[in-house]
């Protein structure tokens, strides 16, 4: 978990918030990444970054945004929460396109 | 769209025996990656094989790579009980790159 963090680490939220989560890293890693690991489901990549403002989809995106103003910080934001997304929200950095992801210790939601 | 399927969802040997986890995956891959993951802990690599390597080592960490069968498989050799965590396979695709797709993971028991 060197070099990577998450805030909040749990949060108990209502239906209908805004929530935001956010990935803070000191390694200079130009590549982030938003998952949400569920049972049954493993981890699911929701969006990534691979540059500052710089942002892409991934295979579950919908009700998720992200946003990239400085390198160090990715933030993952819930427009309006639904208990759909309570899950265990992982940010993962890396240097290196195709090469491996260093994982923060994660956020536990909950929407209540 | 689970990409890596891991074989078997949970296994439990005594300390001191080999552990094999095996991932299968159906579409052509740049590199397959394993990771551990710790109860309540982000994920953390293990190894990464590209797709023209048979067989790589790290340690007590044995993992091969069929790209004709699309399939790989990893061996935990003379397993101890800090072994005791989930496994799980990712795959970055030539289609994709940089976006893994994990598969939901082998859980391991090691027993005292």
């Known amino acids: 978990d060197a070099g990577i963090t998450q805030s909040p680490r749990h949060k108990v939220t209502e239906t209908g918030t805004p929530v935001t989560l956010r990935c803070h890293q000191t390694?200079?890693?130009?590549?982030m990444y938003w998952y949400r690991q569920d049972p049954g489901h493993g981890l699911r990549l929701i969006h990534y970054s691979y540059g500052v403002k710089d942002t892409d989809k991934g295979e579950v995106s919908d009700g998720y945004s992200v946003s990239r103003s400085k390198t160090e910080d990715f933030l993952l934001t819930l427009e309006s929460a639904t208990s759909s997304q309570t899950s265990v929200y992982f940010c993962?950095?890396?240097?290196?396109?195709?090469?491996?992801?260093?994982f923060g210790p994660g956020t536990r939601l909950t929407v209540l | 769209s689970q990409q890596g399927e891991e074989d078997p969802q949970a296994l439990s040997i005594q300390e001191g025996e080999n552990a094999t986890m095996n991932c299968s995956y159906k579409?052509?891959?740049?590199?397959l990656q394993w990771y551990r993951q710790n109860s309540g802990r982000g994920l953390v690599h293990l190894i990464l094989i590209r797709s023209n390597e048979r067989e790589k080592h790290s340690g007590r960490l044995r993992v091969t790579l069929d790209t004709s069968k699309k399939s790989s498989s990893l061996l935990i050799t003379a397993s101890r009980a800090a072994d005791t965590a989930s496994y799980f396979c990712a795959t970055d695709q030539p289609s994709n790159t940089g976006k893994l797709i994990f598969g939901q993971g082998t859980t391991l028991q090691v027993k005292p």
């Open positions: 390694e200079n890693h130009r590549y």
């Open positions: 993962a950095i890396s240097g290196d396109r195709e090469g491996e992801q260093f």
């Open positions: 579409t052509s891959i740049n590199n």
